[in-house]
């Protein structure tokens, strides 16, 4: 903004990311490179206000996210909606192993997932630690930003922070389709292209 010549306050900066960055999330979907069929899910912690949240994120077994949700709770029933939100997303394929770390709620919750038909009934929950190393190094991206925004205050603006994070670590991975991801240019362009804009 400086280079522009603007000034602009840093409440400006936060307002545009509450706006905007469910926004990109959900126009960025439908560019997403299909997913593999072997997922990885953790949860890492995220404070907000006094208390620890918990951030359950799913990718594939090279890294590409495939799904997110902040979640109040660490138990059965938050599993259960992130194995449903995980089966909605419209970049991924049928999973045909699922790996978890030893976090007790995964195996009840899916299988009441499997029952429900939401997760298919081959699918195979594996709990090897070793395996979910590639989405603890994931994490790594997204603990860095949230450092570096200090501690949030309220669920909503931390949910509406992270997917806007989220959605950007996904371009910047290079899962978007025909966009390299350390083409920093054509990836401003892509963003200005979702909201009909010249970048």
Not at 21 to 32: K, Y
Not at 45 to 69: H, N, P, Q
Not at 101 to 110: L, T
Not at 158 to 171: F, P, Q, S
Request: net charge positive; proline share 3%; with cysteine.
């Amino acid at each position: 903004m400086r280079e522009r010549g603007l000034s602009v306050d840093h409440v400006t900066i936060f307002r545009w990311v509450q706006r905007y960055a469910p926004e990109i999330n959900r126009r960025v979907r439908p560019h997403l490179k299909m997913s593999g069929t072997s997922y990885r899910i953790d949860e890492t912690y995220v404070k907000v206000g006094k208390e620890w949240k918990y951030l359950y994120r799913a990718v594939g077994s090279a890294g590409d996210t495939i799904e997110f949700m902040l979640s109040a709770k660490r138990d059965v029933s938050a599993a259960k909606r992130f194995f449903k939100k995980l089966m909605r997303a419209e970049h991924r394929r049928l999973p045909f192993s699922i790996s978890v770390d030893k976090n007790a709620a995964y195996p009840e919750a899916f299988s009441t997932s499997q029952d429900e038909r939401i997760v298919p009934k081959d699918c195979k929950l594996p709990r090897v630690k070793h395996l979910n190393n590639v989405i603890e190094q994931d994490h790594r991206f997204i603990k860095k930003k949230v450092r570096a925004s200090q501690c949030f205050k309220r669920f909503q603006t931390a949910e509406r922070t992270l997917v806007g994070i989220a959605a950007l670590h996904m371009i910047r991975k290079g899962q978007v389709n025909r966009l390299a991801g350390s083409d920093a240019r054509g990836q401003a362009t892509f963003v200005a292209s979702l909201f009909g804009i010249a970048a």
